[in-house]
């Protein structure tokens, strides 16, 4: 699997980020489940702990994701008072 460069990766207003979020919650599972099968349960260390590594990111990239949407509500209610 390669993955295409950040730059190289165009904005887009057909999803958003709570369903993207939520979709790479259901693929992490998917394939935990896969890999259990596949190795047993438990999971050896290691692609376990990669998949919770992956959940971990995740998790940051969504608390980032919040906390930008919080600077920006704020930002927005600021300039809203300064019009009237």
């Known amino acids: ?9 165009k904005p887009s207003n057909r ?5 993207v979020y939520y979709h790479a919650g259901r693929t992490l599972t998917q394939i935990e489940t896969l890999l259990k099968k596949a190795y047993g349960n438990p999971l050896p260390v290691r692609p376990r702990d990669r998949l919770l590594r992956l959940q971990f990111k995740l998790e940051q990239m969504v608390a980032r994701y919040k906390q930008c949407q919080n600077e920006l509500k704020a930002e927005y ?8």
């Open 15 to 19: 999803t958003n980020f709570v369903m």
């Open 1 to 9: 699997m390669k993955m295409r460069k950040y730059k190289d990766i």
């Open 77 to 84: 209610q600021a300039k809203k008072t300064k019009l009237y």
